[in-house]
């Protein structure tokens, strides 16, 4: 059945031991432990490493496993978000190689699922970018199927700051794009972590591609957004667009819920559900944060 979990991101500040106390104690089955290269952050909620996948000594691995198994947490996949296909070669090889270290990583931790973005060169078409997915990806899924790993890829444009104008800097955003990268990629180890949010503030329907792509949903995240009708009809949908939108906890924004699980429900998903926290009313915090999990925790108990 499904079980409830939440993505490590949202507790940059805390090492994985307290965010898997926080998890056992707060009743979530699963954590998506965060996983970037240790460093500086690029942007929001990037930059959170909870496990340091190019560290990973024996003794380590035993010991995040006996910690797991102690507080009865599980991990639902490893997640890194960067762009693999940067306009810049250089950022984008280092991307890749992360990503490589990440999939050897979860083998290593026999965790099955390494979450992340298709990536894009922002100022090319979708048409120019698919010609380079098919390029840069095929080999990568080879390397994830190779080691026994899924790669779910989230559907956001990543299309929020100035810096990513004018399309984003993630090409896997609608069902038109995923069906064509699946043609690509045919392997069953390439799918979604399916994020319904993303396609509610693009107007697009967030229920019907659960039926379609319903053998591809290797991860969900949980997370709402509120439109905002009257700065919609003053902006228009080509403005950017944090103008007319905002990520919000479940059930404080225009998801039906309901609606949602049951399709989950209608195609026999199994795996994990995580919470991902974007809300800035939640931000400002580590009890503001806390506080969002809880609330996320005690609206979806009624769904899960």
């Not at 299309?159 to 995923?178: M, V």
Request: glycine share 6%; charged share 25%.
């Amino acid at each position: 059945m499904m079980q409830l979990g939440f993505v490590s991101a949202i507790l940059p500040d805390q090492d994985f031991e307290t965010v898997i106390d926080f998890a056992a104690e707060h009743d979530y089955a699963f954590v998506e432990v965060m996983c970037w290269p240790k460093g500086k952050a690029e942007r929001r909620y990037a930059g959170v490493t909870h496990i340091d996948v190019a560290d990973l000594s024996e003794d380590r691995i035993a010991h995040l496993h006996s910690y797991l198994q102690e507080r009865k947490v599980g991990i639902s996949g490893l997640g890194y978000y960067p762009n693999p296909m940067d306009a810049d070669a250089e950022k984008a090889q280092v991307y890749l190689d992360h990503l490589k270290t990440l999939i050897q990583g979860a083998k290593r931790l026999g965790i099955g699922t390494v979450n992340t973005f298709i990536g894009r060169e922002q100022h090319k078409s979708v048409e120019e970018n698919l010609d380079k997915f098919a390029e840069v990806w095929p080999p990568i899924i080879q390397y994830a199927e190779d080691h026994g790993i899924r790669i779910g890829i989230e559907n956001c444009p990543m299309y929020f700051t100035l810096d990513e104008w004018p399309e984003g800097k993630n090409l896997a955003y609608s069902p038109a794009i995923w069906r064509q990268m699946f043609e690509i990629v045919p392997s069953p180890n390439f799918g979604l972590n399916y994020d319904p949010s993303h396609l509610l503030w693009m107007q697009m329907d967030y229920i019907k591609p659960i039926y379609e792509f319903a053998d591809r949903l290797v991860h969900v995240h949980v997370k709402d957004a509120k439109v905002y009708p009257d700065k919609l009809n003053e902006v228009g949908i080509l403005a950017h667009p944090l103008q007319f939108h905002s990520p919000k906890l479940p059930g404080l924004g225009d998801i039906d819920w309901g609606a949602f699980f049951s399709a989950l429900h209608d195609v026999r998903y199994k795996g994990p559900v995580c919470v991902e926290v974007e809300d800035k009313a939640f931000e400002g915090s580590l009890e503001g944060r806390q506080q969002a999990l809880v609330q996320s925790r005690n609206y979806l108990k009624q769904f899960i």
